[in-house]
């Protein structure tokens, strides 16, 4: 098991990246979020990366976002839904995230915006793209994504503050770069075409692999797992 003194040198190095990689796309650090994903380690080690200072932490399954979030009352952690969440576990969830990564579906949307409205909540997510066009990945496809926002637009509990992709599981370095690029295109594009209507602020691509990449090509927010329990 990684020891918590190694997740902290761990995290030290990937800030110490991500401000580098901001830096060479002409940004300031703080303008890139770190989002430790913990999906794969339990409470206790979970607990080690917020001592460590993560307070962005994100799961993949909505049942150990609960269980981790009951385990670790820390007031300033902000939590990350990045999988896929199915409408049965909407109104459990729905009070405990920050930002909910992967609005994939406009049935979600629905059931979001009424379970939101019978807890009293605003709910702040990205719509997620599939700018890959894999078919084991969720998220709509970049024809898709106006039309869907516009409907999404209409929710008044929720408030989409950006978009969230993945590059394909095959893609090659270039490719990879070629997504994210596609991306940001599509981001700026939209922001254009809807103008004052909404603002996509946030764009949260990469992961372990190449957040680097993706910060050069614009991603306001990383989703960093396996890198930060190397031992």
Same mark, same amino acid.
């Given at each position: 098991?990684?020891?918590?003194?190694?997740?902290?040198?761990?995290?030290?190095?990937?800030?110490?990246?991500?401000?580098? &990689?901001?830096?060479? $796309?002409?940004? =300031? @650090?703080? *303008?890139?979020?770190?989002? #430790?994903?913990?999906?794969? %380690?339990? /409470?206790?080690?979970?607990?080690?990366?917020?001592?460590?200072? &993560?307070?962005?932490? $994100?799961?993949? =399954? @909505?049942? *150990?976002?609960?269980?981790? #979030?009951?385990?670790?009352? %820390?007031? /300033?952690?902000?939590?990350?839904?990045?999988?896929?969440?199915?409408?049965?576990?909407?109104?459990?969830?729905? @009070?405990?995230?920050?930002?909910?990564?992967?609005?994939?579906?406009?049935?979600? /949307?629905?059931?979001?915006?009424?379970?939101?409205?019978?807890?009293?909540?605003?709910?702040?997510?990205?719509?997620?793209?599939?700018?890959?066009?894999?078919?084991?990945?969720?998220?709509?496809?970049?024809?898709?994504?106006?039309?869907?926002?516009?409907?999404?637009?209409?929710?008044?509990?929720?408030?989409?503050?950006?978009?969230?992709?993945?590059?394909?599981?095959?893609?090659?370095?270039?490719?990879?770069?070629?997504?994210?690029?596609?991306?940001?295109?599509?981001?700026?594009?939209?922001?254009?075409?809807?103008?004052?209507?909404?603002?996509?602020?946030?764009?949260?691509?990469?992961?372990?692999?190449?957040?680097?990449?993706?910060?050069?090509?614009?991603?306001?927010?990383?989703?960093?797992?396996?890198?930060?329990?190397?031992?």
């Amino acid at each position: 098991m990684v020891s918590a003194k190694r997740i902290k040198e761990n995290l030290e190095q990937i800030n110490a990246r991500v401000a580098e &990689a901001a830096e060479r $796309g002409g940004r =300031r @650090p703080d *303008q890139v979020r770190l989002v #430790a994903v913990c999906k794969y %380690v339990d /409470a206790e080690i979970t607990q080690s990366v917020v001592n460590s200072g &993560a307070l962005d932490i $994100g799961e993949n =399954r @909505p049942q *150990q976002l609960w269980q981790k #979030a009951e385990r670790i009352k %820390v007031p /300033a952690v902000n939590w990350h839904l990045i999988g896929q969440l199915q409408t049965n576990k909407v109104k459990r969830t729905l @009070p405990l995230i920050t930002l909910l990564h992967s609005l994939d579906r406009l049935k979600l /949307a629905r059931i979001i915006e009424q379970q939101a409205s019978q807890v009293g909540v605003c709910v702040d997510a990205l719509v997620q793209v599939n700018i890959s066009g894999d078919e084991s990945k969720s998220g709509f496809q970049c024809s898709e994504v106006e039309s869907a926002l516009e409907q999404i637009m209409e929710c008044q509990h929720i408030k989409v503050k950006g978009l969230m992709a993945m590059a394909g599981l095959d893609s090659d370095i270039p490719s990879a770069r070629r997504e994210f690029e596609s991306m940001r295109r599509l981001q700026d594009r939209l922001q254009a075409k809807l103008g004052d209507q909404i603002t996509l602020s946030e764009l949260s691509m990469g992961m372990s692999r190449d957040y680097e990449m993706a910060i050069e090509e614009g991603a306001t927010i990383v989703r960093v797992g396996s890198e930060i329990f190397r031992e």
